[in-house]
Each structure stands twice: as C-alpha cells, then as structure tokens.
C-alpha cells in the first residue's frame, strides 16, 4: 500500500502479490480490525496514519 503511493483495492493487492483473493479480504479484514489500515475512499485501504 505504502510503494502504491494512493489508496488500493483488495483486487489490486491481490493482482500485486498474485495471491487469493478471499486471503486478502480476510488479512484486510484483520487489520482494519487492528486499526492498521483506514478507508479514506469506498473500496479503497491505506495504511493508517
């Protein structure tokens, strides 16, 4: 997210690192719940601040 520079989807993290689209949304889900990452746009995840 950080490299991206700008806000990034779940099917561009999964494009990025050819990984699973359900681990993804799963890892998101946990970090947002760690409040690790925010989302400042509609399906769109940033690091949190």
Known sequence: MREAGKPV???EITKALGA???EV???FAELKKEGAIVSPIRC???PAQ
């Open 9 to 11: 989807s779940a099917g």
């Open 20 to 22: 699973d689209r359900k």
């Open 25 to 27: 949304d799963k890892a």
């Open 44 to 46: 769109k995840w940033t």
